[in-house]
Nanobody, 110 residues
Framework: QVQLVESGGGLVQAGASLRLSCAAS????????MAWFRQTPEKEREFVGSLRWSRTYLADSVKDRFTISRDNAKNTLFLQMNSLKPEDTAVYYC?????WGRGTQVTVSS
């Protein structure tokens, strides 16, 4: 069963950038659909974006600021987040296949 470890979260000011990483334990990493979600205590879990083969899809709220990519050689999924806003504050989760990571906290101060 694939294991996922997210990293790269932190506390930044509005306008800053962060890159989240999601390292997977399984070599068949690139055979799975992958996605990022985020959640705050006040909201339901929100879809951020997905990557399947070479096709990406990003939610309207982030599509002009975030990008998703992967490094198959390192079994790692990335979420590059630019021009961060306070409303991007959340715990970010990566999903590979049906496996969820534990999440990484992103906090954006105004």
């Amino acid at each position: 069963q694939v294991q996922l470890v997210e990293s790269g979260g932190g506390l930044v000011q509005a306008g800053a950038s962060l890159r989240l990483s999601c390292a997977a334990s399984e070599r068949a990493f690139n055979n799975y659909a992958m996605a990022w979600f985020r959640q705050t205590p006040e909201k339901e879990r929100e879809f951020v974006g997905s990557l399947r083969w070479s096709r990406t899809y990003l939610a309207d709220s982030v599509k002009d600021r975030f990008t998703i990519s992967r490094d198959n050689a390192k079994n790692t999924l990335f979420l590059q987040m630019n021009s961060l806003k306070p409303e991007d504050t959340a715990v970010y989760y990566c999903v590979v296949g049906i496996k969820w990571g534990r999440g990484t906290q992103v906090t954006v101060s105004s």
